[in-house]
């Protein structure tokens, strides 16, 4: 365990300083000590909640965050979040699809740039809706916060300056973690309290790391090498996830 909030709270001082909550991070790294599958959402949502809360509270006093179109694409994104953590899903398909999200989150960290070519048309308003309501509900039903994938998207969209697309991803993140883990907390009934008093350690580690990298911005560690280090993690994970699978199917 005291590797674990050691990390933890490295992993949250690391990402809320470029504006999201590390909930593929976390869960990578609960992977990796077998944590059980049923726990890993609960505890990667209950620490992005706790630091996207900062990161959103320390945007919203610099005034970054550009609410009148920021909350329409978080509106919808909530209930499927909340849909997302509620759905049944079997441990396989669980660990299948956590792998797959975490390999597009370590691409997306080790290829993507926030200055890539954008789209030649900009997306219509609905499509931009439709984008997050499908983030949302992936992100409930893996268990991550879902601004990994929603960035990415915005910037390809010319949705708004690079500024406020981070703003916005915290504020998705927040949203999306809190109704994902209400779905978690329903789906797994009288599991939930124990994981999460067992784990809470954790959660107080994210919430001193997050207020620290929320204060420091990207002077804690230059954007590309968290980018670059995460990225490894997180690929390693997923793959290792997505391995036995690949196996099965082909053997099959």
Sequence with gaps: MTVLIVFFGVIAALY????FGGGSSYSALLVAMSVSAAAIPLISLSC???????????????????????????????????LGGRTPIAEEVFLALLGAALVCSGGILLFGKTGAPSLPIVPS??????????????SGLVGIGGGIFLAPLLHLFRWNTPRRIAATASLFILFNSAAGLIGQIQKTGEI??????????????????????SRLGAALLPEQVLRAMTAILVLAVGLRLLFPVVRRTLGG
């Design 16 to 19: 809320a300083s470029v504006g």
């Design 125 to 138: 308003g609905p499509v931009l809706l439709l984008t997050g309501t499908g983030v949302g509900y992936l």
């Design 192 to 213: 939930a309290p124990a994981v999460l008093r067992e784990y809470g350690p954790l959660i107080v580690a994210v919430l001193i790391g997050g207020q620290v990298g």
């Design 48 to 82: 992005n909640l706790i630091v996207a809360a900062g990161g959103v509270a320390h945007r919203a006093r610099i005034r970054s965050i550009p609410w009148r179109q920021a909350l329409p694409l978080v509106a919808l994104s909530v209930p499927a979040a909340w």
